[in-house]
């Protein structure tokens, strides 16, 4: 059902749609939830963060050395995107995560996570329903939504691009604190 949500939308006009699989299971308490498919991405390879020769790209690799930190791997985690579409123009990025939070809200009542990582400002904002002008007094830090009468934590991540001077260095005592939820 949720699929077929996704590739009969037309919320944010004629963009190209995650069509092949919109979500990643995992393992843990966690799911990451990305900004919107990068066109080389998951797109064409079925996979998170691998491009379709089935190579790790550079947020998918920045993402794995936070995880390989904590004793994961990105297989281990939980994803999805907060936009279903691929955004190229980053100025939709806000518009298109508030229309994509509908199926957002029903692939999460559908996991056994109780704990979201928006990576970024974009997935940030759209889960907390707020504007957020400096993204740092997000980051790291806990707050709490319900969706469905079930309670959530949401815990901001800088996004791991590699051109994000934030999204690695910054990221490595937040996914310390993730860590303890793994015990």
Known sequence: MKQERIDNCCLCGDLKKLTKKSLQIGRTPFIFIGESPAKDGWIESGKAFYNKDGVLQASGKVLEKL??????????????????????DRSR???????CLPILY????TLPCDILVPMGLHPTQALLGIKIKKF??????????VINKKR????PIYHPSPINPKGYKENVHIFKMLQNYLR
């Open 136 to 145: 740092s007094d997000y980051a790291g830090k806990e707050f709490q939504i």
């Open 93 to 99: 990025l806000e518009s298109c995560a508030k229309n």
């Open 106 to 109: 029903d692939q999460i009542r």
């Open 67 to 88: 995880l390989n930190g904590i004793g994961l791997s990105i297989e281990d985690i939980y994803f999805t995107e907060c936009c279903k579409c691929i955004i190229e």
């Open 152 to 155: 959530y934590k949401i815990i």
